[in-house]
């Protein structure tokens, strides 16, 4: 069992930055890869970014490459949405997800097994 909670939303300028983080319950952390997901009122959850159990690969959103990056820190059970260069379009309530150990990084919110309650993220124009 994974139990994760996000944090570091708020209201921010466009061209402006946040980080986001997302601090994990459970020894198996380590294991999971990782994805932060975005959702709008009236629209799928969709795919913003992921991370594989080490760090060693990340992939991005193509809305989001370039400005966003993904990280995790094994030792504090936490990952990270470093969020620059941020635009209105990339309002939403962010959530962090656990995916059990598999051969690939899914992509896909069906394929992951624990979500955090999210964390509004507004940029104004």
């Known amino acids: 069992q994974v139990q994760l909670v996000e944090s570091g939303g708020g209201l921010v300028q466009a061209g402006g930055s946040l980080r986001l983080s997302c601090a994990a319950s459970g020894r198996t952390f380590s294991s999971y890869a990782m994805g932060w997901f975005r959702q709008v009122p009236g629209k799928e959850r969709e795919f913003v970014a992921a991370?594989?159990?080490?760090?060693?690969?990340?992939y991005y959103a193509d809305s989001v490459k370039g400005r966003f990056a993904i990280s995790r820190d094994n030792a504090k059970n936490t990952v990270y949405l470093q969020m620059n260069s941020l635009k209105p379009e990339d309002t939403a309530v962010y959530y962090c997800?656990?995916?059990?150990?598999?051969?690939?990084?899914?992509?896909?919110?069906?394929?992951?097994?624990?979500w955090g309650q999210g964390t509004q993220v507004t940029v104004s124009s």
């Open positions: 991370i594989t159990w080490s760090g060693g690969s990340t």
């Open positions: 997800a656990a995916s059990f150990p598999g051969i690939r990084v899914p992509l896909s919110p069906s394929e992951y097994n624990y």
